[in-house]
């Protein structure tokens, strides 16, 4: 990491809490790689008080701050506080990444939605035409069909344990992408039959996750095949039982830390106006996890 001077510029991440963030790794190894006088520094905001997180916001401007990457639980709760949405922001409902412009302006977007498509990119997997079944319809989901019917799929089936939040999703993205067909359905009793079809499967749900890594959203009896590709947002662990299964099937698989990866360069780019080296983004969450390479 470059040595802070009085000339360094700031970004951080706003969440409450953040000691296990890799973000601060990633960018400041990007700052480094590429000779840059920045710096990326966590900033916990607790809930409580509300106002508190309003407070924060408005510090970015006061203190010189070029912008911040926003996480839970704070991505809808700083939108009433920023001067400008992205279409993808007002969209999706939440905001990852704020923008300090020169003059003061805070620009709130959402690199999550243009993250998970570079990532599914990077893979060799093009969503357009496609059908594609989305598991959950909470925040995460939100961003993940925004990017699939921008990407031009043809089908997206909304699965949800309370059917209801699907159909409301469903609802508010066929308003904005017309050409795209939007199904809700229930999780996971209506994945025999319809699921099971798509090509390719996205799991938004938290099932799976450390510690919790015996939880699944499918019915285990449903089979995937070798045409399919399934992607789970969670990377912790880096093969969740969702995964294991599905590559036991024989489909070609893809955790989520790629996502984590490309919304943060995307957002560095936001920020600098430059590219930063992906791979050594990469690098640096791959030695947070203890799985360099």
């Known amino acids: 990491m470059n040595s802070i001077t009085g000339k360094t510029i700031l970004v951080g991440l706003f969440g409450y809490p953040v000691g296990h963030s890799v973000s601060p790794a990633m960018h400041n190894a990007a ?16 809930t409580e008080p509300a106002e508190r997180i309003g407070e924060a916001v408005r510090g970015l401007r006061a203190m010189g701050f070029r912008g911040a990457n926003v996480t ?13 949405l992205t279409d993808a922001a007002s969209a999706i409902g939440a905001v990852n990444t704020i923008i300090v412009e020169d003059d003061g302006t805070l620009i709130g977007d959402n690199t999550d939605a243009p993250g998970f ?47 209801d939040r699907a159909e409301v999703l469903a609802a508010e993205m066929w308003g904005r992408f017309p050409d795209t067909r939007f199904v809700a359905h229930e999780l996971p009793g209506d994945i025999p039959g319809t699921a099971e079809y ?6 938004c749900t938290s099932l799976g996750m450390t510690p919790k890594i015996d939880g699944l959203p499918w019915d285990e ?40 990866i490309w919304q943060a360069a995307l957002a560095f780019e936001r ?23």
């Open 31 to 46: 700052f480094a790689e590429l000779g840059m006088n920045w710096c990326y520094v966590p900033l916990p905001v607790a």
């Open 72 to 84: 839970v639980p704070h991505k809808q709760n700083v939108m009433p506080f920023l001067d400008k």
């Open 117 to 163: 498509i570079a990532d599914l990119h990077a893979h060799k997997v093009d969503p357009k035409g496609k059908r594609v079944a989305v598991l959950g319809a909470g925040g995460s989901a939100r961003a993940v069909v925004y990017g699939l019917a921008e990407a031009g799929a043809h089908e997206i089936m909304l699965f949800n344990r309370t059917r």
């Open 198 to 203: 798509a090509e390719l499967i996205v799991n």
């Open 221 to 260: 009896k449903v089979s995937f095949s070798a045409s399919q590709v399934v992607y789970d947002l969670v990377y912790n662990p880096v093969e969740t039982r969702l995964l294991a299964l599905a590559r036991g099937d024989g489909a070609t698989v893809i955790n989520g830390l790629g996502m984590l």
């Open 271 to 293: 920020w600098t106006g430059q590219k930063p080296f992906v791979h050594v983004m990469t690098e640096a969450a791959l030695r947070q996890f203890g799985l360099a390479r």
